[in-house]
């Protein structure tokens, strides 16, 4: 299993990032797959959730309305649209699924 995230950075409150998780090894169309996040001195918080087709999502509440999990099974990719971004939005952010997780990409939001 092989997860890769990418699109992190440094962006400023209010603005937009896109997250993507390109995914190998395993039957990606057939997983469901997350998104977690882990600010300094928290512990690691599930984000968003994303079912095989897509059809079905789940958002914490802190960042309802704000943010948007998709995927490509085409590509055996998933995103994460995350606009109107809060420096408590700050964290590594990592992607799981298939019983594997990625590496994390750093976000901070700050002005």
């Known amino acids: 299993v092989q997860l890769v995230e990418s699109g992190g950075g440094l962006v400023q409150p209010g603005g937009s990032l896109r997250l993507a998780c390109a995914a190998s090894?395993?039957?990606?169309?057939?997983?469901?797959m997350s998104w977690y996040r882990q600010a300094p001195g928290k512990e690691r918080e599930l984000v968003a959730v994303?079912?095989?087709?897509?059809?079905?999502?789940y958002y914490a509440d802190s960042v309802k309305g704000r943010f948007t999990i998709s995927r490509d099974n085409a590509k055996n990719t998933m995103y994460l649209q995350m606009n109107s971004l809060k420096p408590e939005d700050t964290a590594v952010y990592y992607c799981?699924?298939?019983?594997?997780w990625g590496q994390g990409t750093q976000v901070t939001v700050s002005s």
């Open positions: 090894g395993f039957a990606f169309s057939s997983s469901d």
């Open positions: 799981t699924g298939g019983n594997g």
């Open positions: 994303i079912n095989t087709f897509g059809h079905s999502t």
